[in-house]
């Protein structure tokens, strides 16, 4: 369960909750490529 919610790709896509962010870029983002990271912290 942590592993699953700490990591983005194991995340729960938010538009559709029967797939994960992994299994949504298969099926969208052939050619993509990250080019930068942010974080943000809420709350702090």
Not at 1 to 20: C, I, P, R, W
Not at 29 to 37: P, R
Request: proline fraction near 0%.
């Amino acid at each position: 369960k942590f592993y699953k919610d700490s990591t983005l790709l194991n995340q729960e896509f938010v538009k559709d909750g029967s797939m994960d962010v992994r299994k949504f870029l298969d099926n969208t983002a052939k050619g993509l490529t990250v080019t930068a990271f942010k974080r943000v912290q809420l709350g702090a």
